[in-house]
């Protein structure tokens, strides 16, 4: 699975606790984010890491794209519910929804998403990929 990690900044702290809860389960997995985010992860959890553009909104815009053509199998978006997403994270979270891409945006749906990865429920998205869907 294509699983992308990003958080806003006043919960980068968090997906990096996240992250070394779940340490396990997410190593078995490709991990994406921004570059900064790439790198802080790399870092603070010591976990593989795929780093896109340094450019925060191009990144966004690159994983987006990659959902567009289903490249990618889940998000975890951690945000901070007390601002609004910017024009390019509702953007990914619009072709996630559009090509039935689960994402989280909090701890618990987070936590939820990589716990039904590791039980296979998401298999389903190999068969999604190999058909082109």
């Not at 997995?29 to 553009?53: C, F, M, P, R, W």
Request: a negative charge.
């Amino acid at each position: 699975m294509k699983i992308v990690l990003m958080a806003d900044n006043r919960k980068i702290e968090l997906l990096v606790n996240f992250c070394i809860a779940y340490k396990t389960l997410l190593a078995k997995h490709q991990l994406i984010s921004v570059y900064n985010t790439a790198k802080h992860l790399k870092a603070a959890v010591d976990i593989e890491v795929s780093g896109l553009s340094v450019d925060y909104s191009s990144g966004i815009e690159q994983l987006a794209a990659r959902a567009q053509f289903n490249e990618i199998d889940c998000v975890i978006l951690l945000k901070d519910g007390r601002d609004e997403l910017n024009a390019y994270s509702r953007d990914l979270l619009n072709v996630c929804d559009q090509n039935n891409i689960p994402y989280a945006t909090n701890l618990a749906t987070a936590e939820i998403l990589v716990l039904a990865i590791d039980r296979g429920d998401l298999d389903y998205r190999e068969w999604v990929k190999d058909n082109h869907f």
